[in-house]
C-alpha cells in the first residue's frame, strides 16, 4: 500500500547495489539487462484499465478471475525473498522503527547509498496504509524487498517512471504467477496516483492491469499522450 510520503516526480538516477545484483542473479537468474521506464503512454494505458476496474469493483463486481490466486503467489514469493535476503551475509538487513519518517531517504540515491553502507531503513506500515491484499507483516517485507529488488538493485528512482522500471526489474525475480499481482500492487496504484489527480488508492478491493502491462509488455493500441501529474510522487508501500 502506497506510503504518503512525498518525492519529486522528476529526480536523478540512482546508483545500484551489487551485493543485491549478485544475490538476485545467483538465486533467480536475474538480469538487469534491457529494464528501462515504460512510456508514459504505457502508464496512462496502465491507469485507465486499473481505475477502471477499481469502479467496477468498488460497485460490486467479482474481482478479476485468477488476481487473487495471483496476490497469494505474490504473498509466499515475497516472503520467500525477504527470507532470503535475511539470510545472505553480504546483503543489508533492513530495520524497521516506527519513528522513521513516512520516507528514512530523500531519494532513492540516498536509499542506495545508505544500503551500501550497511544500513537499511525502512518505515512500517501504519493505520492508514493497510492492505485487503496481506496483513501488515507481510507489506512491511514487500516494502523492503521492492526497494531493493526494484530500486537499489537498478538504479531506478521513485519518480512514475522509476516505478515502472523498478516493477520490471522485481518481475524478473518472481514466478511467472506473481507478476500480475506485483504490477497491480506497484504499477497500477503508480499510474493511479500520477494520473489520478495525485490521489492515492482508496482499496476497497483487488483491481486489475492490462495483460500485457502484466507481462512487462506495450500497449497495442496506446491512447493520446496524456499531460503528466504535476504535483509529486508518493513512496510506493
Keep these: 500500500m502506497l506510503s504518503q510520503g512525498q518525492f519529486s516526480l522528476d529526480t536523478p538516477a ?20 534491457g529494464i528501462k521506464p515504460m512510456s508514459i503512454q504505457d502508464r496512462y494505458s496502465t491507469y485507465l484499465h486499473y481505475r477502471n476496474d477499481k469502479r467496477r ?8 478471475p485468477g488476481l487473487a490466486d495471483s496476490y497469494k503467489s505474490l504473498k509466499g514469493a515475497v516472503r520467500d525473498q525477504y527470507a532470503g535476503m535475511q539470510s545472505d551475509p553480504s546483503v543489508t538487513k533492513p530495520t524497521f ?3 522513521y519518517d513516512a520516507n528514512p531517504y530523500p531519494d532513492a540515491a540516498a536509499m542506495t547509498k545508505s544500503i551500501s553502507q550497511g544500513q537499511f531503513r525502512v518505515a512500517p506500515t501504519v493505520a492508514g496504509q493497510d492492505t485487503i491484499a496481506w496483513d501488515n507483516d507481510t507489506n512491511d517485507k514487500f516494502r ?9 538493485a537498478t538504479g531506478a528512482t521513485f519518480s ?7 516493477t520490471e526489474s ?4 518472481l514466478p511467472q504467477s506473481a507478476h500480475r499481482a506485483l504490477t497491480a500492487e506497484v504499477l497500477g496504484q ?3 496516483f500520477e494520473f489520478g489527480g495525485g490521489n492515492f488508492v482508496d482499496q476497497k478491493g483487488l483491481y486489475d492491469v492490462p495483460e500485457w502491462a502484466a507481462r512487462g509488455g506495450t ?19
Design 144 to 152: 523492503a524487498v521492492h526497494d531493493q529488488v526494484g530500486h537499489a
Design 160 to 166: 512514475p517512471a522509476g516505478e515502472s522500471a523498478a
Design 170 to 173: 522485481h518481475r524478473r525475480s
Design 190 to 192: 503508480a499510474s493511479y
Design 219 to 237: 500497449a497495442p493500441q496506446p491512447p493520446k499522450k496524456p499531460a503528466p501529474n504535476k504535483g509529486v510522487q508518493g513512496r510506493l508501500f
Design 97 to 99: 522503527d516506527p519513528n
Design 57 to 64: 469493483v468498488d460497485a460490486g463486481g467479482d474481482t478479476a
Design 14 to 33: 540512482a546508483p545500484t547495489n551489487s551485493a543485491i545484483q549478485s544475490h538476485l542473479t545467483k538465486t533467480t537468474g536475474w538480469s538487469a539487462d
